[in-house]
Structure formats: C-alpha cells, structure tokens
C-alpha cells in the first residue's frame, strides 16, 4: 500500500519561508512513471497545483509560483520537499503530497493523481 506523510512547520510568520517534506512509503520515488506532486487548497479555494519533481529528478512548477518554490527530493530516504519563499497569508493552506501516475490504456495515456497525504496546515500570520 503506497502511503505519503506530510510534515510542515504549522505556522509561518509572512515575508520567511517554509519547507514541507514528504515521506513515501510503499513506492519509490525514482520508479519511472510517477511525478511526485505537491498540491495546496487554500480557505473557500479550490485545489492549486504547485509543481511536481519526476522520477528521474526533473522538475516543474505553476508558473504564477516559479520564482517562490523550489521542490527537490532526497532519494536516500524516499522523500522528496517543498520550499515556498516570501509567504503571504494568502499563502495559507492544507498542503498535500501527491503521486501522480501515468500508464498507457491501449491508444490513450491515463494520468491520475491516485495517493495523496492526508495534508498539513500551514497558515501565514503574524
């Protein structure tokens, strides 16, 4: 059974940073066709991908969050991290870990976003 942990800091004062690390059990996140993902839902919003580290490393981001997120992923441990950079409260969230994986079906290519953590609270405030 393939089972993702989040850990985050909880509370984050606006202008720092945080990271959330992600443990996985059950998998391993240098398997080809997984991208491991994070995902956020902030209060009254609905879910708000934030980018996703490849099996072999590569990395993608939102494109409005780019230049704040940094994902990397410590092979070693199985685990790979978030990094978001000069918080605001609007940056207050659950943030989940996600496995998103991709098979082929015949002719079509399915991706499904199939585990997800149980998500943590981070919540920007002073």
């Known amino acids: 059974q393939v089972q993702l942990q989040e850990s985050g800091p909880g509370l984050v004062k606006p202008s720092q940073e945080f990271s959330i690390t992600c443990t996985v059990s059950g998998d391993s996140i240098t398997i080809a066709s997984r991208a491991w993902t994070w995902i956020r839902q902030s209060p009254g919003k609905g879910l708000e991908w934030l980018g996703a580290?490849?099996?072999?490393?590569?990395?993608h981001y939102n494109p409005g969050l780019r230049s704040r997120t940094s994902i990397s992923r410590d092979t070693a441990k199985n685990q790979f991290s978030l990094q978001l950079r000069s918080v605001t409260p609007e940056d207050t969230a659950v943030y989940y870990c996600?496995?998103?994986?991709?098979?082929?079906?015949?002719?079509?290519?399915?991706?499904?976003?199939?585990?997800w953590g149980q998500g943590t609270q981070v919540t920007v405030s002073s």
């Open positions: 580290i490849d099996d072999d490393g590569r990395t």
């Open positions: 996600v496995r998103n994986f991709t098979y082929y079906s015949g002719s079509f290519v399915v991706t499904a976003f199939d585990y």
